[in-house]
């Protein structure tokens, strides 16, 4: 088979194209940086998948048995790209997020109502958070006049490079821990359950119904059968910080009640809508293709993959809104020289020290010297 996977370099598409090449297929991965040649003869192609003229060349150019779409999109760039993998392809597979799911009580199934279907808040419905975005763009494929898609629902996914901690990535606690600051997380998030996933296992599960017929108009959820409360999460991980740093810099937790998050009202929606919920899956649906039993436990697998991150730790943007938020918790502060730029120092000031009602003004005052700056400028 002839695979093109687009966004392919992340925590599910690096071992999802290698795992194809193995299986003796062609696999085509696009990036928007260069890539050296692939020791697996994975074939790279440089540019942006989410780019629609550049998605039409390339589906124009040759013609896939399937396609994997890892872009996030917005509703009418989404819209044109499914139309035209659709027509010019096998199988669309489309990756959409177990996000999707209403609150259950029982394990979870591919049947299981979603927040779209059933949610009754106002406010929330009229949004483009993330779990609704996804919903309606099922909604798009089921409603198109092809039935050559599949929909794949991961759960929480982890590997080396991403490490959750409830709603917090590692930017949001491992960085604090390495400087010598406390975790500070919630016990409101702390008591729930959860189900973590490995990245590799997420990707058996997605090859394992590349180029299925009855894999067709099918929505398959593929997650870890075994689900367990942030708190032990925590505990995984804090295990592994105490083995691995020196005992100067064991360390340390600071627990509120409710999450830093909700204060911030772009990341609100995460907390209430998903990680106030208890998730544990049912996986029958997709094992008829792979065998979940297999997939790594998270008690293996999340110290595992610390322990790799620890061996080089690079982390991506850090927001010092938040870091200043858990600071001002937590009694502690950062250094202004780890804060990159002014405008972020600024920021960090304004929210260590709870002077939040000036970030308004602040705001304000950077347009008017942009504008002003603009002006001279011509």
């Known amino acids: 088979m002839k695979v093109l996977i687009l966004g392919g370099t992340g925590a599910m598409g690096v071992p999802l194209s290698r795992m194809l090449r193995e299986s003796g297929n062609d696999v085509y991965v696009t990036s ?34 399937a396609v994997v779409d890892f872009i996030v999109r917005d509703k009418d760039n989404f819209e044109s790209a499914a139309d035209l993998i659709l027509r010019k392809s096998g199988q669309f597979v489309f990756i959409s997020s177990a996000r999707v799911y209403a609150q259950s009580d029982i394990p979870i199934t591919e049947d299981t109502p979603r927040l779209l279907d059933v949610s009754e808040d106002a406010e929330y419905l009229k949004t483009g958070e993330y779990a609704l975005a996804k919903a309606r763009e099922e909604n798009f494929l089921k ?8 929909v794949i629902r991961p759960t929480i996914t982890y590997n080396s490079h991403r490490l959750q901690l409830g709603v917090l990535e590692k930017e949001n606690w491992l960085y604090r821990a390495l400087h010598g600051r406390s975790i500070v997380f919630s016990r409101d998030i702390g008591s729930k359950i959860t189900t973590m996933t490995y990245g590799d296992d997420v990707s058996r ?24 409360p942030w708190d032990r999460v925590l505990e995984i991980y804090l295990s592994v910080l105490r083995r691995r740093l020196p005992a100067e810099q064991q360390p340390k937790v600071v627990y509120t009640e409710t999450s830093s998050n909700l204060r911030f009202k772009e990341k609100r929606y995460q907390v209430i809508y998903c990680r106030y919920f208890n998730r544990s899956f049912d996986n029958t649906r997709i094992s008829q293709f792979c065998d979940v039993s297999e997939f ?23 927001d010092w809104r938040l870091e200043a938020v858990n600071d001002r918790i937590s009694h502690e502060r950062a250094r202004l020289k780890e804060i990159p730029d002014v405008k972020s120092r600024i920021s960090y000031l304004l929210y260590r020290y709870d002077l939040v009602f000036l970030v308004g003004l602040y705001g304000m005052s950077l347009k008017i010297l942009r504008k002003i700056s603009d002006n001279l400028s011509k």
Not at 46 to 56: E, M, R, S
Not at 296 to 318: H, Q, V, W, Y
């Open 143 to 150: 409603d198109s006049e092809m039935s050559n898609w599949t």
């Open 32 to 65: 928007r940086s260069a890539h050296s040649p692939s020791p697996y003869g994975i074939r790279h192609i440089q540019g942006n998948a989410g780019d629609i003229k550049f998605l039409d060349g390339l589906l124009s150019v040759e013609t896939y048995d």
């Open 296 to 318: 790594t436990p998270p008690e293996t697998g999340l110290a595992m993959c610390l322990d790799k991150f620890l061996d080089g730790p690079e982390f991506r943007s850090i």
């Open 205 to 228: 599960g997605i090859s394992s119904i590349i180029g299925r017929q009855e894999a067709l108009g099918q929505i398959y959820h593929i997650t870890s059968p075994v689900s367990l």
